[in-house]
């Protein structure tokens, strides 16, 4: 599966991306995630839809603010995880309504994990 980009209110969703147009590294260091490989295994998840992750952004700028992923299971659910950094709870909130929708409509899975 491509990525799929979500638009939820005040905050862009899309892929993460380490590019010579957005590096998200930088901001997921911030995260606590400092694998130089993270942003590749995290497309080829997309791929083999094994997991789905997205960049919660400012859409003024795309800099990624919080992170979430969407883990399938066997058994028809998806466990939901996510974090933001330090002042962005609302995107992370914001973001993980949509996402559960879409885990919910799209995917046809039922989300576990935080509303």
């Known amino acids: 599966m491509e990525p799929i980009e979500i638009n939820a209110g005040s905050w862009y969703l899309r892929a993460l991306r380490a590019d010579e147009r957005i590096d998200d590294r930088p901001a997921l260091a911030d995260g606590g995630i400092t694998d130089p490989g993270y942003v590749t295994r995290r497309t080829a998840e997309w791929a083999d839809e094994t997991h789905f992750s997205w960049a919660v952004c400012i859409p ?19 466990e939901i995880t996510g974090w933001a950094r330090d002042g962005y709870a609302d995107a992370l909130a914001d973001g993980l309504s949509s ?17």
């Open 99 to 115: 996402v559960r929708r879409f885990t919910a409509g799209a995917l046809g899975l039922e989300p576990v994990g935080p509303a």
């Open 60 to 78: 003024t700028t795309a800099e990624l603010v919080a992170e979430i992923g969407v883990h399938p299971g066997p058994d028809g659910t998806a």
